[in-house]
Nanobody
Framework: VQLQASGGGLVQAGGSLRLSCAASGRTFSNYVMGWFRQAPEKEREFVAAISWSRGTTYYADSVKGRFTISRDNAKNTVYLQMNSLKPEDTAVYHC???????????????????WGQGTQVTVSS
């Protein structure tokens, strides 16, 4: 599967952005999808993940209550709605997919097989 993330930009603290990740290739609904982020000089960290069609979700504590992950399998797209943004949310955001048919939400980079190129999110104070 190929992944293309978009929707990043510059926003003031307290603002909102919605990231999109368009997928192409095999049946999108059979992939667990995740969002990760990487700030300068820091390791890539888990943000959120969503299961197959039922849409079970899981979030990092740092974004819980502010970010919402969702998916539209008919459009082969996963979204990350980000509200109440903080300067510490500044990072390059990557979408990722686990292997085809692999079940279970995962929070580590090693558990994801496919990665998009990333989109920059900058939150000013």
């Amino acid at each position: 599967v190929q992944l293309q993330a978009s929707g990043g930009g510059l926003v003031q603290a307290g603002g909102s952005l919605r990231l999109s990740c368009a997928a192409s290739g095999r049946t999108f609904s059979n992939y667990v999808m995740g969002w990760f982020r990487q700030a300068p000089e820091k390791e890539r960290e888990f943000v959120a993940a969503i299961s197959w069609s039922r849409g079970t979700t899981y979030y990092a504590d740092s974004v819980k209550g502010r970010f919402t992950i969702s998916r539209d399998n008919a459009k082969n797209t996963v979204y990350l709605q980000m509200n109440s943004l903080k300067p510490e949310d500044t990072a390059v955001y990557h979408c990722a997919a686990r292997g085809f048919g692999v079940l279970g939400i995962a929070t580590t980079t090693d558990d994801y097989r496919y990665w998009g190129q990333g989109t920059q999110v900058t939150v000013s104070s």
